[in-house]
């Protein structure tokens, strides 16, 4: 079996990678918004923090009830606890990436988990 798992993802509104790629450390989604759309729901996590990543588009997410504004380059991380939904702008929509992972778990990364050959 390969060391490595690979998938091609087709435009869809929202995307999972969790079973697509077997992943184990960490859930990504791929999320897009047409404008003046919204996430249909607030929510918040018991153990996961959210990091997202705009990648193109416009909007906001409301976060423990401040708006916050978002666009294209922006990165966002929101703690477990935090209510949380998002929006797209009334004149653009809104594609971003969200990456699920447990809080206070990262122990190391770059090069003091890399083993050098």
């Known amino acids: 079996m390969a060391n490595f798992t690979k998938t091609t993802v087709e435009k869809e509104s929202r995307t999972e990678l969790h079973e697509k790629l077997s992943l184990t450390g960490a859930e990504i989604s791929l999320n897009e918004l ?3 759309a919204n996430v249909p729901f607030v929510h ?3 153990q996961n923090e959210e990091i997202y990543g705009i990648l193109s588009g416009k909007g906001k997410a409301v976060i423990d009830g401040e708006d916050v504004s ?3 380059g922006d990165w966002l991380k929101i703690s477990p606890a935090a209510k949380r939904q998002f929006f797209a702008a009334s004149d653009s929509g809104i594609t971003y990436v969200c990456i699920q992972v447990k809080e206070n778990s990262l122990e190391n990364f770059t090069a003091t988990d ?3 050959y």
């Open 34 to 36: 047409p404008a003046g």
């Open 44 to 46: 918040s996590h018991k």
């Open 70 to 72: 978002l666009a294209t």
């Open 114 to 116: 890399a083993v050098m």
